[in-house]
């Protein structure tokens, strides 16, 4: 055997050269692993006993992608289009063994091969989209010349994977090999091979392809305010009425100026803002982990059930408790609903879903949670029955047990001390519906020890959930900001816009749904109270005409029988009403001051809590904001956004608009900075 490099081997198999990259943990294609496939590849080549050439790779993966850290740094070495050539000046044929995620460049490389065959639970894509990239290693050229141009342009703008199955069916692959050991499948191919078979010589499938092809995918296909999938196609299409290395050309133009886009850039600092949300400061690596198999949830309403859902699809068990046999056969029954959609569409086979149904166990009694290692409690949004909940819970679970509350807005630290163990009690707020929404604001409460919190963050990665330390306060993180922009948008009403003039701003700046709709959907009697409400918002008065939202059918707009919702001629009613009674004036209002108003005194809002210590970083607060409120992707997050529109522009605009700046945004703003982290 011959060590190229630290992460690249050649060695014979009989008269098959086997060439093995080994960079765990996922094998990316750094610089280091370019090199010693080139080097591999030539020596392999000039070795006159082998016939054919075998790469694979050690570990849990082929090839997974491209090092993206690599992107903004000054690119040395050999590039991935040097890795093409070298495979494409072999003269012996290069079978490629596939296993786990072959992704964007790890793709890219194995489509450089002449044959693939892969074990069936191998995944391969091109998802260079979700970073606002096209393909730039051939990908675009490569794919559609051995899938075809409609496969092709599929995969490269929707970005999602494909089993090794379809790509078998679509010519991807030459085979399926058994599960199992990828090497000796594979040489067995391998020995069966005789001729070079180069894919970029392979133009069937893109020869003749009409330019209508393409016109009818752009029409049928809304890409949203997402730039990239508009370009991969372009680029698919290159390869149809370009040669192979013009077609290269073309999309080493298209990446280039992709990479420097404002889009890829925001999604890259996504990307990367994601993976250092679970890196908590300050917590040790060696923190004790307490083992969670069994949890509670108290509460059946929509909240609870999706909870309890969230870990029996996890493999926990769960009691789920109810305060009365009719409340927790409503919840059982959603529960049941919920199950039978999923295999209805197709997502759950039916025995699945009724092993994951089986594991919820209903309950009246909360002494039925005395073996839970965990306890959530997701009640009525009420302290005075938040604080009776955890009361009763701590009298009830061993000493050692966790408890957790799911309060979206309540100071955690007044919940903590309704126990005698606030050391092991924190916040786990999910968001609605917490079986599809992935993030959960992990809310550390002043006395949370540091072994419940690592605890916490190791379980929101079990049940696949992403996982956001966060102080405690009023709203946390996500809410408090949420806040301050419903604030302004209330204000924005009383002034003189609409709330659909609102809601469309926000819209077509990218988030899925404005404000005012997006109260609709959440309840407007949330945080209302009848017996205290003095009607003086207008928000007020839709509640107390009962008209809360999509569930009453009305709220701030009408609402069909599909609830799809249009401005109200109610609404607008009762708000021309309530600005005469508090003598206010209607003005027209520009589209650029509500995006500004709607979007600063957020901004603003994540500078305190930065300030205050409640976020440890801008960018968590950023996914927050992307994970669990629709900000746009393409726009990095608020924090990232407001350094990209520049912090002196936020704070001018929000003394314009009556709003005082926080003393951390100004002190940024003065030194020409952006947000930290």
Not at 6 to 32: H, M, Q
Not at 229 to 257: H, K, M, Q, S, Y
Not at 404 to 427: K, M
Not at 601 to 629: C, H, M, Q, Y
Request: net charge negative; aromatic share 6%.
């Amino acid at each position: 055997m011959t060590q190229i490099n630290p992460v690249t081997t050649l060695e014979k198999d009989g008269d098959i050269a086997v060439i093995t990259l080994n960079a765990p943990p996922v094998n990316a294609l750094s610089e280091i692993m370019r090199e010693g496939l080139i080097a591999a590849l030539k020596l392999a080549d000039t070795d006159a006993s082998a016939r054919a050439i075998l790469v694979i790779c050690a570990g849990r993966t082929f090839i997974a992608g491209a090092d993206i850290s690599e992107f903004d740094k000054v690119q040395t070495g050999a590039s991935l289009r040097d890795v093409q050539d070298a495979f494409d000046a072999v003269s012996k044929p290069v079978v490629m063994g596939l296993h786990g995620t072959i992704l964007g460049g790890g793709l890219e490389t194995a489509m450089c091969g002449h044959y693939r065959v892969a074990v069936p639970s191998a995944k391969m894509g091109q998802p260079e989209v979700a970073l606002g990239l096209v393909p730039g290693a051939g990908g675009t050229q490569r794919l559609p010349r051995l899938v075809g141009v409609e496969s092709a342009l599929a995969m490269v703008t929707d970005g999602k994977p494909i089993s090794a199955a379809e790509a078998l069916r679509l010519g991807l692959i030459d085979a399926l090999l058994p599960e199992g050991d990828v090497r000796t499948a594979a040489l067995d191919y391998a020995r069966t091979v005789k001729d070079v078979r180069r894919t970029r010589d392979m133009n069937d499938k893109v020869t003749g392809v009409a330019p209508q092809v393409f016109n009818d995918f752009r029409e049928s296909h809304d890409f949203g305010g997402f730039e990239a999938p508009g370009d991969a196609v372009a680029c698919v299409e290159a390869a149809t009425r370009l040669n192979f290395d013009e077609g290269l050309e073309f999309e080493r133009v298209i990446f280039e100026a992709r990479k420097a886009s404002a889009q890829s850039l925001a999604m890259r600092y996504a990307f990367f803002a994601e993976r250092k949300a679970g890196k908590v400061p300050g917590l040790a690596d060696d923190v004790p982990i307490l083992a969670i198999k069994n949890v509670g949830v108290v509460g059946a309403g929509f909240m609870g059930s999706g909870i309890a859902q969230v870990f029996a699809n996890a493999g926990l068990t769960v009691i789920l408790v109810e305060a009365d046999d009719a409340a927790l056969a409503r919840g059982m029954d959603g529960i049941a609903k919920a199950y039978e959609t999923a295999v209805a569409r197709g997502r759950l086979k039916q025995d699945e879903a009724d092993a994951r149904r089986g594991r919820i166990k209903p309950s009246t009694k909360l002494d039925d949670m005395a073996a839970c290692d965990l306890v959530v409690e997701a009640v009525f949004e009420r302290m005075d029955v938040k604080k009776q909940v955890m009361a009763k819970l701590d009298a009830v679970l061993r000493p050692d047990a966790i408890i957790a509350s799911n309060t979206s807005f309540l100071d955690l630290n007044e919940i903590a001390a309704a126990t005698s163990r606030p050391e092991r009690v924190l916040g786990l707020h999910f968001f609605s519906p917490a079986a599809v929404m992935r993030l959960v604001e992990v809310v550390k409460a002043d006395t949370t020890s540091a072994s419940v919190l690592a605890t916490a963050l190791k379980l929101t990665k079990t049940i696949g959930k992403l996982g956001v330390v966060v102080g405690a306060g009023p709203g946390f993180v996500g809410n408090r900001m949420l806040l301050a922009r419903q604030r302004q948008a209330d204000w924005l009403v009383l002034e003189g816009a609409s709330p659909f003039a609102v809601d469309k701003v926000m819209t077509d700046f990218g988030f899925p749904m404005g404000p005012f709709a997006l109260a609709d959907l959440a309840g407007l009697d949330l945080f209302w109270d009848a017996a205290t409400s003095k009607g003086e918002t207008l928000r007020d008065l839709l509640c107390e005409a009962g008209r809360k939202g999509q569930k009453s059918g009305a709220g701030y707009y009408d609402y069909d029988e599909k609830r799809k919702g249009s401005p109200s001629p109610v609404t607008e009613k009762m708000l021309a009403d309530l600005r005469t009674q508090k003598g206010i004036t209607p003005r027209a209002i520009s589209d650029s001051e509500i995006l500004e108003r709607c979007l600063y005194p957020l901004i603003n809002e994540g500078a305190k809590i930065l300030e205050e210590g409640k976020a440890a970083r801008a960018s968590d607060i950023d996914v927050i904001w992307l994970t669990g409120f629709g900000w746009p992707l393409y726009w990095g997050g608020p924090m990232y956004h407001a350094g990209v529109i520049g912090l002196s522009t936020v704070a001018a605009g929000l003394r314009k608009y009556g709003v005082p700046p926080s003393p951390l945004l100004e002190k940024l703003a003065a030194e020409n900075k952006a947000f930290p982290g």
